[in-house]
């Protein structure tokens, strides 16, 4: 279990700590001994391995706390906020290694604020909302039954003005696209006119909705009229 906070004793060194959480789950020394050096090599903490934990940048702290979750080889992983004070290239990283061990069969539990780590690492999803469930089941069937209205936008410039065009219900800004959710009846064809009269356009494809939108419509909707499945895409 990787929890939200930081667990880890402060005086000890990365090496005491990883042997101190191993042999709490019932790992044996001399197996923890063989296994640090790849892992500490591989997480780019080999150099650090006799400093101790309070030396440690957050980011570095974050890769020793995920060492301790996974060092004992555990058939279910639990992880809370698990890339809080990580930069892109350890969050990749760290996907990576999740993805090896859903491949080798391991079962992980991830809780995350941020729906598109969500819709890249997990198979099946459950939003809550203010303590409740508000939907569940495959993120595949999720977006098929939340229908294919959306449209995803690359281009050079400002979009925003795109959310005022018709046919548009709402719009989302990511890093480098924008998300536009159609209306009953929006005709696509206009609303590319539109766009490329004001924007250099990349991309201009009709795609399933994201995690995050779909979130955003169901948390505005009574949670038993979700469980009912009364749910439409309207």
Not at 26 to 55: F, T
Not at 185 to 192: F, H, K
Request: hydrophobic letters at 40%; a negative charge.
């Amino acid at each position: 279990y990787l929890p939200e906070e930081r667990g880890l004793h402060k005086k000890m060194t990365l090496e005491e700590v990883i042997v101190f959480f191993a042999e709490l789950k019932g790992a044996r020394r001399s197996q923890i001994l063989s296994d640090i050096d790849p892992w500490l090599k591989r997480m780019s903490l080999a150099e650090y391995r006799n400093r101790k934990v309070e030396e440690l940048s957050k980011g570095m702290q974050q890769k020793l706390q995920f060492v301790t979750t996974m060092i004992h080889k555990p058939k279910l992983i639990i992880l809370d906020e698990l890339f809080s004070g990580l930069d892109p290239i350890n969050i990749e990283l760290i996907k990576n290694i999740l993805l090896e061990e859903k491949r080798r069969g391991t079962t992980i539990l991830f809780s995350t604020h941020v729906m598109e780590q969500a819709e890249k690492l997990c198979d099946f999803i459950c939003l809550i909302n203010k303590g409740q469930k508000v939907l569940d089941g495959r993120i595949a069937e999720i977006k098929t039954r939340f229908g294919t209205d959306t449209i995803q936008v690359e281009m050079e410039g400002d979009g925003a003005f795109a959310a005022n065009i018709p046919g548009v219900e709402s719009f989302t800004e990511f890093n480098n696209y924008i998300e536009l959710k159609l209306g009953d009846n929006a005709d696509t064809q206009m609303i590319l006119k539109k766009l490329s009269e004001k924007v250099k356009i990349s991309r201009f494809e009709i795609v399933e909705p994201s995690l995050y939108n779909i979130f955003i419509d169901v948390a505005r909707v009574d949670p038993t009229e979700l469980n009912a499945g009364e749910v439409t895409n309207e």
